[in-house]
């Protein structure tokens, strides 16, 4: 996969750009992976839907943090993650829509608590999924990351990890579970995009050994 044209030198990590909207915990997530060497990445910027718990956390971590809300139209994200050399949009719990830039196509990468393409459209999110799944009387959930392109939790699929939903699960409960596999799928994920061993083929994503 190619990406948007870039200076940084051969060995310098690649770049991220994190797009969030409310705790933070999956971006501290990547952060924490990056920091102990298990994910070979850099955050050069964190655009914030709102002001909120994340953004902060951002902040106190000092990095790049933007607050910009609304729907970004994809001149205007292409350019905020241009400026600081990102290389990949990366969403952490992002709940706008993304108009996905001409020039980060393929580029763009989601998480979202379920399995996909179950439980997922627009308003699907947060606790909204965890619902849904215990009112479906589903046996398992999980979570699904993929790339992003024109629809609501849509594109091709990178990596999925599944538990199980339990007799006595309230929606917090299964949040609590899947997000436990959030934090080991999304490394995953990003750290076979980011060694280039995913190739894009229309609808799908194959991983090469």
């Not at 409310?22 to 070979?40: A, F, K, P, Q, V």
């Not at 763009?108 to 606790?127: D, E």
């Amino acid at each position: 996969m190619t990406g948007p044209s870039h200076t940084l030198g051969p060995s310098t990590p690649p770049r991220l750009g994190i797009l969030l909207s409310g705790s933070g915990r999956t971006l501290i997530n990547i952060l924490d992976r990056i920091e102990s060497g298990r994910l070979n990445a850099h955050v050069s910027i964190v655009i914030a839907s709102r002001e909120c718990l994340g953004a902060q956390r951002a902040r106190d971590r000092g990095l790049d943090t933007r607050i910009v809300p609304g729907v970004i139209p994809g001149a205007d994200l292409a350019s905020l993650l241009q400026s600081a050399q990102a290389q990949w949009a990366v969403l952490a719990g992002y709940l706008k829509y993304i108009n996905v830039p001409i020039e980060y196509r393929g580029r763009v990468v989601n998480i979202h608590p379920a399995l996909l393409p179950a439980f997922g459209g627009q308003g699907m999110y947060g606790h909204r999924v965890h619902e849904a799944v215990l009112a479906a009387g589903c046996r398992v959930s999980g979570c699904t990351v993929h790339i992003v392109d024109e629809e609501f939790d849509h594109g091709p699929i990178l990596v999925q990890r599944a538990c199980e939903v339990r007799e006595d699960d309230s929606p917090e409960s299964l949040a609590e579970r899947v997000f436990r596999l959030e934090c080991e799928a999304y490394p995953e994920a990003l750290e076979l995009l980011l060694s280039g061993r995913v190739q894009l083929e229309g609808a799908r994503a194959r991983i090469r050994p």
